[in-house]
């Protein structure tokens, strides 16, 4: 033992508590550069697809792109192949040929229904924009679905007619459907405002506070801002906000608050306000304008000059 041990000193790979030091690096599979070999395909009927081993004999993906375990899995699952296909034959050849030219059949099937599927989708968004742009009721998508297979005849002298009648009759343009759209477009519109305001260093807003038939109080809000990098300018709808107690400033006031609350918008980036003469608006001590100043006094007001 006192060849491996040299007295007094402290032994290699231990710390100074005389605790062993584990120096070996962990690797991962994506860093040693595994890839799928051009033999495998003969030996094991394994190719590639997106970038991964697979087997064409069951279409499975194999999981870790090594040898051991390709050949362990044609081993294990595929026992009879080497049977009916010896290797080295022209049958296994033939074969092999015949399985990868199916496989890139069904995946290029897959991806033009998915395709399909795609173009229909966006279809529904499209319809379903329009529908809510115009104001029209969400009923008025199977409407519209109908008006197009009533027009079929525009479609007569088209050798795909059966393709464009079968697509048509796939959108999905129910009332569910179309409120779900225009649910989802609405929470993307204001994901897309969101980063524009968060890219402005400064920004202005407009406040117009109306009676609609209901009599009900609604506190509409714009903002304006100007991208800092594109100096984009965006213009677009904030809010809108019921009043249904009081119109006061201070009411005004805390709905708009919660509007900018909403969009991520600190009280610091609004340089400006545009608003109507209306007490409530442009009061000395209690108006929107007023309560606003509290909180920066370097605020700007402008007076509408739609008013």
Known sequence: MDRFV???EKRCGENSD???ENKKKSRSISSEGRRVLEEWKN???VSERDGEPFCLLCSKILGVCKTYNVKRHFDTTHVTFDKKYPPGSQERTHKITSLEKNAIAEQNTMRASLNVTQAVTLATFKISWLLAKHGKPFTDGELIKNCFLESQCLFNDLSNKSEIIRRIK????????VTRRISEISENLTEQLKSKIATASALSLAADESTDIGDVAQL???????????FEVTE???ALKSLHERTRGEDIHKALSEA????NIPASSVVSITTDGAPSMTGKHKGLVAEMQKISPDLLAFHCIVH
């Not at 509409?220 to 594109?230: A, G, K, L, P």
């Not at 900018?260 to 969009?263: A, G, H, K, L, Y």
């Open 6 to 8: 040299i007295r007094g």
């Open 18 to 20: 005389g605790t062993r």
């Open 43 to 45: 030996q094991f009927a």
């Open 170 to 177: 796939s959108l999905q343009l129910s009332n569910d459907t």
């Open 220 to 230: 509409c809000i714009w903002v304006r801002c100007v991208d800092s990098v594109t």
């Open 236 to 238: 677009d709808l904030l």
């Open 260 to 263: 900018c609350r909403d969009m």
